[in-house]
């Protein structure tokens, strides 16, 4: 385990230096500080920076340079006091410029603003959309525009927005800091224009220069775009902490919070407990006790549906329902009776979710619901149990009837990925594509339609049939070479750090940060008071 940690570690330590040093002394050398330079200037020194999405854009756009974190920093953190998103364009990342991934990263940070009704701050530094791929960032619906239709969306529902203009600002970006509720300027170095220079002078031939163009003192005491200018970052961020001092406050979700404790269980212990090898079965209860304040869990139906374990506790002080997969065998009571003998005992894997386990979760999804707990699911999935009883038991019923339960929740959803997070199984326990406020992986998580193993061999056959078909059978030893190739390929895809670099988790983390993590994601939630009632509609029974 210590060696996924030291990767993690390493792994971090470079993505944190964006475009390298030599950009950053450049930055340095235009009397500017970089973004994560500003985010740390602005934000408060004794509250936690969780940040959202630092492995995004890891391995892609190699052809173009790479783009380190999307070319943009985002987090959720504290400005004076106030929890709030903030956005910060790298500008030693390609100018800032946005590729196709820096679009999604910015979409992803302003969703997280309006789920939680949390303020967003952005620190603008951009050359705009990055031109060789304006064709997979421009034009769609998750695309460029999108972000400015958010930018209308936000300020339409009370959420503040304030940007500083610390750099360039160009084109349709230019909408970004102006549809904002208040936009500031750094003389010198920050600049806002629908069209810079050259296009300005290749379009009408005018002859004109940045600053008088778009900078400071045009847009604050001429064209009145601006609100205020300030000297340097510094005083640019300064005033936003003011601002922020300010801010009144609203109606919460009201989800309940005691003092916090720490687990009677030491968390350092996971590392022991958690195999490497995923295919070897532990305790999650274990796992559990050392992530709950005072190791204390209230289970809900403990004996019924053990293949998935449900109840109550309390994360860094804060009421949560708890969702986990079990990853031991364990031994499941069945009916007993005349011709029923066969059911009375069932082994069941760990990892699995069983008919059972589904009736329990969607029963137990649906209380939280009713008491306004927030939910927290702690994936280790390999799937649905398959096969003949498992059809015939309704599996496929109980399955959607969990999947009802969870997509329909009000309360809002957390997901940490601890190890497996495969098919179906992913769905069930609150994936991506079911809106939780929070998508978390371990270094140990694997996503993915199915196992590598069972993925290679189902494609390998695959192959095999093709090739026979077509009269060109393999032999055994270019089957053997072919599997090792589509294992390897596939290895690859199931990395939490694949998952990261395309946003399909937030962030990939320590499980020593998961406690305070979890607590941060709840705290921003409780900004957003419930509003919809909760209906799971037609339900299977």
């Given at each position: 385990?210590?060696?996924?940690?030291?990767?993690?570690?390493?792994?971090?330590?470079?993505?944190?230096?964006?475009?390298?040093?030599?950009?950053?002394?450049?930055?340095?050398?235009?009397?500017?500080?970089?973004?994560?330079?500003?985010?740390?200037?602005?934000?408060?020194?004794?509250?936690?920076?969780?940040?959202?999405?630092?492995?995004?854009?890891?391995?892609?756009?190699?052809?173009?340079?790479?783009?380190?974190?999307?070319?943009?920093?985002?987090?959720?953190?504290?400005?004076?006091?106030?929890?709030?998103?903030?956005?910060?364009?790298?500008?030693?990342?390609?100018?800032?410029?946005?590729?196709?991934?820096?679009?999604?990263?910015?979409?992803?940070?302003?969703?997280?603003?309006?789920?939680?009704?949390?303020?967003?701050?952005?620190?603008?530094?951009?050359?705009?959309?990055?031109?060789?791929?304006?064709?997979?960032?421009?034009?769609?619906?998750?695309?460029?525009?999108?972000?400015?239709?958010?930018?209308?969306?936000?300020?339409?529902?009370?959420?503040?927005?304030?940007?500083?203009?610390?750099?360039?600002?160009?084109?349709?970006?230019?909408?970004?800091?102006?549809?904002?509720?208040?936009?500031?300027?750094?003389?010198?170095?920050?600049?806002?224009?629908?069209?810079?220079?050259?296009?300005?002078?290749?379009?009408?031939?005018?002859?004109v220069d940045a600053e008088i163009l778009g900078g400071a003192t045009t847009h604050t005491d001429i064209s009145g775009v601006v609100d205020?200018?300030?000297?340097?970052?510094?005083?640019?961020?300064?005033?936003?902490?003011?601002?922020?001092?300010?801010?009144?406050?609203?109606?919460?979700?009201?989800?309940?919070?005691?003092?916090?404790?720490?687990?009677?269980?030491?968390?350092?212990?996971?590392?022991?407990?958690?195999?490497?090898?995923?295919?070897?079965?532990?305790?999650?209860?274990?796992?559990?006790?050392?992530?709950?304040?005072?190791?204390?869990?209230?289970?809900?139906?403990?004996?019924?549906?053990?293949?998935?374990?449900?109840?109550?506790?309390?994360?860094?002080?804060?009421?949560?329902?708890?969702?986990?997969?079990?990853?031991?065998?364990?031994?499941?009571?069945?009916?007993?009776?005349?011709?029923?003998?066969?059911?009375?005992?069932?082994?069941?894997?760990?990892?699995?979710?069983?008919?059972?386990?589904?009736?329990?979760?969607?029963?137990?999804?649906?209380?939280?619901?009713?008491?306004?707990?927030?939910?927290?699911?702690?994936?280790?999935?390999?799937?649905?149990?398959?096969?003949?009883?498992?059809?015939?038991?309704?599996?496929?019923?109980?399955?959607?009837?969990m999947v009802s339960a969870m997509a329909n929740s009000v309360v809002p959803k957390f997901t940490v990925v601890v190890g497996n997070s495969?098919?179906?199984?992913?769905?069930?326990?609150?994936?991506?594509?079911?809106?939780?406020?929070?998508m978390l992986a371990w270094p140990t998580a694997q996503m993915a339609v199915m196992s590598g193993a069972s993925a290679a061999k189902t494609?390998?056959?695959?192959?095999?049939?093709?090739?026979?078909?077509?009269?060109?059978?393999?032999?055994?030893?270019?089957?053997?070479?072919?599997?090792?190739?589509?294992?390897?390929?596939?290895?690859?895809?199931?990395?939490?750090?694949?998952?990261?670099?395309?946003?399909?988790?937030?962030?990939?983390?320590?499980?020593?940060?998961?406690?305070?993590?979890?607590?941060?994601?709840?705290?921003?939630?409780?900004?957003?008071?419930?509003?919809?009632?909760?209906?799971?509609?037609?339900?299977?029974?």
């Amino acid at each position: 385990m210590q060696s996924f940690i030291d990767e993690l570690n390493q792994r971090t330590a470079q993505t944190q230096l964006g475009g390298g040093q030599k950009k950053i002394d450049d930055q340095h050398r235009k009397g500017k500080l970089t973004a994560r330079e500003r985010i740390a200037y602005l934000t408060d020194t004794d509250r936690p920076f969780v940040e959202i999405g630092l492995f995004t854009g890891e391995g892609m756009y190699a052809e173009h340079g790479g783009c380190p974190s999307g070319g943009v920093v985002v987090g959720v953190g504290y400005v004076s006091g106030r929890q709030c998103v903030i956005v910060a364009n790298d500008a030693t990342v390609k100018a800032g410029a946005w590729f196709p991934i820096t679009a999604k990263k910015n979409l992803r940070a302003q969703e997280i603003a309006m789920e939680n009704h949390l303020p967003i701050i952005y620190l603008v530094d951009s050359a705009g959309v990055y031109l060789p791929l304006q064709d997979e960032v421009f034009a769609d619906k998750e695309h460029f525009g999108r972000t400015f239709r958010n930018n209308a969306q936000l300020s339409a529902m009370g959420i503040l927005q304030v940007a500083a203009i610390m750099g360039s600002c160009v084109a349709g970006g230019a909408y970004l800091p102006i549809m904002s509720d208040e936009a500031l300027i750094v003389e010198g170095t920050g600049s806002i224009f629908l069209a810079g220079p050259y296009l300005v002078k290749a379009s009408i031939g005018e002859d004109v220069d940045a600053e008088i163009l778009g900078g400071a003192t045009t847009h604050t005491d001429i064209s009145g775009v601006v609100d205020n200018k300030y000297p340097d970052d510094q005083s640019c961020l300064d005033a936003i902490k003011r601002i922020f001092d300010k801010i009144g406050h609203r109606e919460t979700a009201g989800f309940d919070r005691v003092t916090p404790a720490l687990p009677t269980k030491n968390p350092e212990e996971i590392y022991q407990i958690l195999p490497t090898d995923r295919v070897k079965p532990y305790d999650m209860q274990e796992i559990v006790d050392r992530l709950v304040d005072n190791s204390v869990f209230d289970a809900y139906k403990p004996g019924y549906g053990q293949s998935l374990i449900c109840g109550y506790a309390r994360i860094d002080g804060w009421a949560v329902g708890i969702v986990a997969n079990q990853r031991k065998v364990v031994k499941a009571k069945g009916r007993t009776g005349p011709g029923m003998s066969d059911r009375a005992t069932e082994m069941q894997m760990g990892g699995v979710i069983y008919g059972d386990a589904a009736d329990k979760a969607a029963r137990f999804i649906m209380n939280c619901n009713q008491k306004r707990i927030p939910l927290v699911f702690l994936q280790d999935v390999s799937g649905f149990m398959v096969g003949s009883r498992a059809e015939q038991g309704g599996i496929i019923k109980d399955g959607a009837k969990m999947v009802s339960a969870m997509a329909n929740s009000v309360v809002p959803k957390f997901t940490v990925v601890v190890g497996n997070s495969y098919g179906a199984g992913n769905y069930a326990m609150c994936g991506k594509a079911y809106d939780p406020r929070l998508m978390l992986a371990w270094p140990t998580a694997q996503m993915a339609v199915m196992s590598g193993a069972s993925a290679a061999k189902t494609l390998l056959q695959i192959q095999v049939a093709a090739q026979k078909a077509k009269g060109q059978p393999m032999t055994p030893e270019e089957e053997k070479a072919q599997l090792t190739k589509i294992t390897d390929q596939y290895n690859a895809q199931l990395s939490p750090y694949y998952a990261a670099a395309r946003l399909w988790v937030d962030a990939v983390i320590d499980p020593l940060q998961t406690r305070q993590i979890l607590s941060e994601g709840i705290a921003a939630a409780n900004h957003a008071p419930i509003t919809k009632p909760f209906s799971v509609g037609v339900i299977q029974t």
